[in-house]
C-alpha cells in the first residue's frame, strides 16, 4: 500500500493541526499504522499507532501523550493525527507509515513499517 501524508503547516503555541495518512492502491484496512516525526539533526522519533483492527487501542509517545490523538477511517482508507497544544518542540517532519505484519507491542519500533509516506512539515513558532 502506498501512504501519502498530508496536512502540515506553520500554526503558533497553543494551536492545532490535523494530519492525514491516506493509502493508495489497496486498503488500509488490516494494517497498524504509525506516525513518527524527524527534526533537524535528531533521529526518527515515534509518536503515535494505532491497532490494525480495534481504534480504541492506541499508543503515544510521552511527550504528546494527552495532546495528540490518533485515529482511523477505514471506509475512507485515511489514520488522523489530531494535534493540539502544539509546541515549539513538536516542530518536526512527521511520517505516517503501516505494516501489515507488525506486532502491535511492537509498534513503536520504526524498522518494523516497510510502508512509508513522504512526510509533511510541521512547524510551530513560539
Known amino acids: 500500500v502506498q501512504l501519502q501524508a498530508c496536512g502540515g503547516g506553520l500554526v503558533q503555541a497553543g494551536g492545532s493541526l490535523r494530519l492525514s495518512c491516506v493509502a493508495c492502491?489497496?486498503?488500509?484496512?488490516?494494517?497498524?499504522v504509525a506516525w513518527f516525526r524527524q527534526a533537524p539533526g535528531i533521529e526518527r522519533e515515534f509518536v503515535a499507532a494505532i491497532h490494525r483492527w480495534s481504534s480504541s487501542s492506541t499508543n503515544y509517545a510521552d511527550s504528546v501523550k494527552g495532546r495528540f490523538t490518533i485515529s482511523r477511517s477505514n471506509a475512507k482508507n485515511t489514520v488522523y493525527l489530531q494535534m493540539n497544544s502544539l509546541k515549539p518542540e513538536d516542530t518536526a517532519v512527521y511520517y505516517c507509515?503501516?505494516?501489515?505484519?507488525?506486532?502491535?507491542?511492537?509498534?513503536?519500533?520504526?524498522?518494523?513499517?516497510?510502508?512509508w509516506g513522504q512526510g509533511t512539515q510541521v512547524t510551530v513558532s513560539s
Open positions: 507509515a503501516a505494516s501489515s505484519s507488525v506486532i502491535y507491542s511492537d509498534s513503536r519500533n520504526a524498522p518494523r513499517y516497510p510502508n
Open positions: 492502491g489497496g486498503t488500509i484496512g488490516g494494517y497498524v
